[in-house]
């Protein structure tokens, strides 16, 4: 893979990296804990602000997850080991990598 091809995917998983962590800020608010406060809220919207909670936390779980694959696939451009499957160290086609550039793996690893 040629470098410009490299530097147009570093800059876009920085792109990636930096709206996650947009989204970071903007979800931590509705992790906060649900107050108990029987005057203000009623059983069901506590309820409703539970569940709330419990979507955002799951929220931030995979956006975590997604974060440290652009981490990793940054890591592999450091290294000249991006753009290689990292099970079985075939090419990752172009067009897979243009879809989403923190993908490890190729095709045929990806099918089984």
Known sequence: M?????????ARLHEMSDDFARQDE?????????????QSVGRLSRMDAIQ????????????NQMHMRIKSALWRIENEEFGYCV??????SEPRLELDPSIPICMSCAKG
Do not use: H, P
């Open 87 to 92: 099970q079985c160290g075939d090419d990752i």
């Open 52 to 63: 709330q909670q419990a979507m955002a936390k799951a929220t931030q779980a995979r956006r």
């Open 2 to 10: 040629n470098e410009t091809k490299l530097a147009e995917f570093r």
């Open 26 to 38: 903007r979800g931590q608010e509705s992790q906060k804990t649900v107050t108990l406060d029987q």
